[in-house]
DNA sequence: GTATTCTAGTGGTCGGACCTCTCGAAGGTC
DNA sequence: GACCTTCGAGAGGTCCGACCACTAGAATAC
């Protein structure tokens, strides 16, 4: 994009990149000391700091003190911690981020359906379960419910998708977890995902993707009661979405 | 998500955090002085570099050498410098990024025959015509391109589409520019992009959705050919998807 | 009036001191 | 021997204070 060269910050996210892309870089491995690091690349220990806190806020690297500083690990995150500040910022409705999260999901579930294999169906079948055993625990239920929703992702075997949902998925939760659900509710959500799960293993793409898309417009408008019960405080952040000219 | 308070960080973040969703702090706005800024957190400047330095790497700050540092203006990103990294990080396939990008914008397109507003009509018409008018030119072509997928997005209404949209499709154009399209291609693609600028103005949303998608498979199968063309190297970063176990 | 130079203000870099956390090693206890 | 406690090396976190580099507008020169 720029100078690339110039800001030392760039100059320590361009070394460690190509040292990704060259591969001497590998999820999980360990970077030098900040010290002896910061000697080897002849700059400020506060510089190398500066780039490494970039990359970690991407998540990139994982900083762990008192004991160094990882390449990230596990399933990737496109902007999950970023998501919510941006809401705040732009004023992000959540029913677009439901919208968002429908679009995503229900693609997801065809997907998977398609292309799931058979380990995935047993996974999923294991959260169907524990959603029937758990309907009286809320708590406990949500846990199964959101590990369904992720094996589904893996299933799908689009690896940008399912960190593009979980980014959603986060945010949401982020935004009301005080959302209790009734009893009642999870029976039916209960029921629902097993149609789902039963549309996957039969690889039925069509109708995956179609009761995905009931399932969340259900929990949609579900969230939408609780908190127009709960807080009938007309949105403080509402603004006119000033048409905003066609920028290239 | 953690103690919030203990790292300088978390305090400079959440506390700019605050002033945003307070109200306080608007787009484009601007943020004190660095030393004004930390004397009035009682915390040193370094930290404070730290903290804005995170925000900044989010897309919610705008820090400019010599004038000062501001809230992010214009649109919302979600990660868009971080995909690349995280792709060369994780090994994302760039059938993945179309696919992604596909379901992304074909449900943009059927959203924006819902949704559009005359006055995006008018731009998308804008566009197609000077899409026409540059068939002979792949790099002014491109601008056009470019700004006709834009102009949808926002069409949309769901700024949080749009944004996941943009991230894509910048990362898409990163892995490879060099790609020049010839004369014969661009025609063909431009007669597809008036079919869509038809469907969403005739609020045809299936049929949006529907030419969408053809038109990306087929920009995509153009450009795995000539990727093939170019450079025949099985991909270095070839690795087994380890069924990493679903974790809550 | 225009072009050049200066300068105040703001972010960027430095290095080097000191604090805090983690984890394993070394001892002590039962 | 198994377990608990203590300790210390090594790593990141914070701070300070000085100085560099960039930007924009004011002052000056022509």
Redesign the pocket.
């Known amino acids: 994009m720029a100078k690339t060269d110039?800001?030392?910050?760039m100059?320590v996210v361009n070394h460690i990149r190509s040292m990704i892309e060259s591969g001497g870089l590998q999820p999980g491995d360990?970077?030098?000391?900040?010290?002896?690091?910061?000697r080897k690349l002849?700059?400020?220990?506060?510089?190398?700091?500066?780039g490494?806190?970039y990359l970690a806020a991407m998540g990139v690297m994982d900083?762990?003190?008192?004991?160094?500083?990882f390449v990230a690990d596990g399933p990737p995150e496109i902007g999950k911690s970023s998501l919510s500040l941006l809401g705040a910022l732009h004023g992000f409705q959540s029913w677009q981020m439901f919208e968002a999260r429908r679009i995503l999901e229900s693609e997801l579930a065809a997907l998977a359906a398609e292309r799931g294999h058979e380990h995935h169906f047993a996974a999923l079948s294991e959260e169907v379960a524990e959603m029937y055993a758990t309907v009286g625990n809320a708590m406990e239920y949500l846990i199964h419910d959101i590990r369904f929703h992720r094996v589904i992702a893996q299933a799908s075997g689009n690896p940008i998708l399912a960190a593009l949902m979980e980014t959603i998925t986060s945010a949401l939760y982020d935004e009301r977890r005080k959302t209790a659900e009734r009893s009642r509710d999870l029976k039916e959500s209960a029921d629902l995902h097993r149609e789902i799960y039963r549309a996957i293993r039969t690889r039925n793409a069509a109708e995956a993707r179609a009761v995905m898309k009931r399932h969340l417009a259900m929990a949609q408008s579900a969230q939408d009661l609780e908190a127009m019960a709960g807080e009938p405080k007309s949105d403080a952040r509402t603004r006119k979405g000033r048409p905003r000219p066609a920028e290239v």
Do not use: K
């Not at 360990?30 to 910061?38: G, K, L, N």
């Not at 002849?42 to 500066?50: E, G, K, M, N, Q």
């Not at 900083?63 to 500083?69: C, D």
């Open positions: 110039t800001h030392m910050t100059r360990r970077i030098p000391p900040e010290r002896e690091f910061a002849r700059i400020s220990r506060a510089s190398l700091r500066t490494i806190g900083v762990r003190h008192g004991v160094g500083t």
